[in-house]
């Protein structure tokens, strides 16, 4: 998903500069909603994140690399629960990406 990974990408960016206070380096993922769709698809599916990864790794090596290297906080995160508005907008969000890629009805 390119806008994930562009998103990943500006996030981390800015990111850097605001490290200081608050949560770990990877915090402010639980308030993007693009991230809250992959980890939503990613607790559905687990089988999923290792494409997923491989993917943000081609097309953006330096959001793979700051995961890798954040893994125990990017884990903790992806395996939080997810809020139930965000989860019905992520489930019709994956309804719409499933058709795209022809997976389902």
């Not at 490290?19 to 990877?26: A, D, I, N, T, Y």
């Not at 903790?76 to 508005?85: H, S």
């Not at 019905?88 to 009805?105: K, L, N, S």
């Amino acid at each position: 998903n390119p806008a994930l990974m562009q998103a990943l990408q500006q996030q981390m960016g800015g990111q850097q500069a605001t490290q200081e206070g608050g949560g770990g380096p990877m915090d402010f993922l639980r308030n993007d909603p693009q991230f809250n769709m992959l980890r939503q698809l990613v607790q559905a599916r687990p089988d999923l994140l290792a494409p997923l990864l491989e993917q943000i790794g081609q097309a953006h090596p330096e959001v793979l690399q700051a995961i890798q290297e954040n893994q125990e906080e990017f884990v903790r995160i992806l395996n939080e629960p997810v809020d139930p508005q965000q989860q019905m907008q992520t489930q019709m969000a994956m309804q719409a990406i499933a058709q795209q890629m022809g997976m389902g009805g």
